[in-house]
């Protein structure tokens, strides 16, 4: 394949005025070191959007979106990387000089394609081995009598993996794969002798698809209770995070599209249930709360997402965490209310299910409303002090969470009234609640740039500690030799999990993160291009970023004596406890030098 050659690619992002592209669709006003205006992303009455017309890049600190002049033609003209490149090259007379591929990315598209093909394979042969073998007609069974039909079955892919512990090995081995290729999509695992065996067995398999219908991933549900865990997933691979895959996408992207709106249930047997009963909007989160990274994936195609989850049993942390995304895009996740002890699947096998079903998700309710409804439901408003505690530690950081606004203002109001308190007590702790700035030795403002009200940026909605972790990320872009120390200093155990994207990022780029911003990664490119934006206009010092790392390492010890304590293992504890009181020790010395 013939790619543009990086000389030219590099002519292109330097001839190409990126404020000149951007001014085409919002008028820009120069300011300090950025221009600001109004974001061509998203609605706004006040500009959040930002232009580093030096680095070449773009960011809309409302919405979060952002990135090169090459990304921002893409988004807004609809094209492919190359085409946009092509069509900055014409506007301005760059010649464009194509080039071989490396052949190392050639190869590893192909191995790529091989182990793809593998997974299909695999997953075509559980499919024939659920409707032909003998040995499947429990699972047969089982999921007749949880009424889900042939067509509904066939059409997902649902399949049965045999017992014996080498099938899929020597079938794949056959059809000329190489274990470690087996091994590589995660169908084949190590025993404990070191022999190689099958890691589904005596499984109803679903295959798990990305929204092109690739299989990338199986969940495997047990048939027996003696086969220990109920479900067994494909191991975390290369190219499998479960994390970020929704179950039945590729069956529901359209219907999704056409409907506006996505319906998240739990479990693989709830997704075909619905289909089958035609909410076919419905995909799946296989667990109990809907992760970061689903949230994202979903926010490109709808701005209302329905959770049809068990959102008591869900974490509150991880609900909190979905809800931040999901506002920081412009995204409402509403809780359809279901009735304790029964989930989608069985509600369809029941007359009349999925009428009722229908009715619960047009009755959802925002996430904060019906999470601060849980609170108000389980505390005990007689007590003043139970009323203090729910208020401070449960209550204000879903309203932070939510930012400023009326639905806020709601809610306040409703706290106040059930807890027999002035409104403005209850706001003052949504207030205090709200993640503080990056570090005591930042300024409160942002720079010179009066661009971005307070409250309604999208820093407001991220937790301390992501703004503390970007705080000092932007001051390893700013301090490249500091960096280099911090950066090997930190670990993804200190980091949010975008953190460490970012922080793997810049080890990687340390000379210039922004000039090659990776363009089959969206999310990891808008937040390099916030990063550099912020490193280029907010102060940096060694000592700032000394206190930032301190404090993130502070929040790593608590996790670590936390997860101790939870292990009863008392004695790591204490030893934990102590390091944790020096370094508290080491953070005042440090604030005060600062
Ligand atoms: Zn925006």
Redesign the pocket.
């Known amino acids: 394949m013939a790619l543009i050659s990086d000389e030219s690619l590099e002519r292109v992002k330097q001839t190409a005025d990126i404020v000149e592209v951007i001014s085409a669709h919002t008028d820009l006003r120069r300011q300090g070191t950025r221009w600001v205006g109004l974001?061509p992303?998203?609605e706004?009455r006040t500009p959040?959007?930002s232009v580093d017309a030096q680095e070449k890049l773009y960011h809309?600190f409302?919405?979060g979106?952002g990135g090169d002049t090459i990304k921002f033609v893409e988004e807004k003209e609809g094209l492919g990387f190359a085409e946009a490149v092509e069509l900055l090259a014409e506007r301005y007379g760059v010649e464009l000089q194509r080039e071989r591929e490396d052949p190392r990315a050639e190869a590893r598209r192909q191995q790529r394609r091989r182990l793809g093909e593998l997974l299909d394979r695999t997953a075509g042969f559980y499919a024939s081995y659920l409707w032909d073998s003998k040995e499947a007609g429990k699972a047969r069974q089982y999921l007749e009598e949880r009424g889900l039909g042939e067509e509904v079955l066939r059409a997902f892919g649902v399949g049965y993996a045999p017992s014996a512990w080498d099938k899929v090995l020597l079938l794949g081995q056959r059809a000329g794969f190489r274990v470690e290729e087996l091994r590589a999509v995660g169908l084949a695992q190590k025993g404990r002798g070191g022999g190689e065996y099958d890691r589904f067995r005596s499984r109803i398999i679903f295959p798990i698809r990305d929204r092109r219908g690739r299989t990338l991933g199986f969940g495997g549900r047990a048939m027996r209770s003696d086969q220990g865990a109920k479900y067994v997933n494909t191991a975390e691979t290369d190219f499998f995070h479960k994390s970020h895959m929704l179950y039945g996408i590729d069956l529901a992207k359209e219907a999704i599209a056409k409907a506006g709106r996505a319906v998240v249930v739990e479990g693989y047997t709830d997704v075909l249930a619905l289909h089958q009963a035609g909410v076919e909007e419905a995909v799946g989160v296989m667990g109990t709360a809907i992760t970061e990274e689903q949230v994202a994936a979903l926010s490109g195609m709808v701005d209302e997402v329905v959770l049809a989850l068990d959102a008591d049993a869900a974490g509150q942390e991880a609900m909190l965490r979905a809800q931040r995304v999901a506002s920081g895009r412009r995204m409402r996740l509403r809780v359809a209310a279901m009735p304790a002890g029964e989930d989608p699947a069985e509600m369809m096998a029941a007359d009349g299910g999925a009428e009722r079903f229908r009715t619960l998700v047009t009755d959802a309710v925002d996430l904060p409303a019906f999470q601060v409804g849980l609170v108000l439901e389980r505390t005990d408003t007689s007590s003043p002090a139970e009323r203090d505690r729910a208020l401070e530690v449960e209550i204000a950081p879903i309203l932070a969470g939510i930012g400023e606004g009326a639905t806020q203002d709601d809610l306040v109001r409703q706290v106040a009234e059930r807890f027999d308190m002035d409104p403005a007590t209850v706001k003052g702790k949504v207030v205090a609640a709200r993640p503080a700035s990056g570090g005591s030795a930042q300024p409160g403002t942002r720079g010179n740039g009066a661009a971005v009200p307070p409250g309604r940026t999208r820093g407001a909605a991220l937790t301390s500690r992501e703004r503390r972790e970007r705080a000092l990320l932007a001051m390893c872009i700013a301090l490249p030799t500091e960096g280099r120390e911090y950066l090997s200093r930190l670990s993804d155990e200190h980091l949010s999990s975008s953190g460490a994207r970012i922080a793997a990022w810049l080890r990687e780029h340390p000379e210039d993160p922004a000039s090659n911003l990776p363009h089959d990664d969206d999310e990891l490119a808008g937040l390099i291009a916030e990063l550099v934006i912020l490193a280029h206009d907010e102060p940096a010092s060694a000592e700032a970023m000394e206190l930032n790392f301190l404090l993130l390492e502070q929040r790593r010890l608590e996790a670590e004596i936390a997860a101790a304590g939870e292990r009863d293992d008392y004695e790591r504890r204490a030893t934990l406890s102590r390091e944790r009181a020096a370094l508290v020790e080491r953070i005042a010395h440090t604030e005060r030098v600062g």
């Open positions: 974001c992303f998203h706004e959040s959007f809309c409302g919405c979106v």
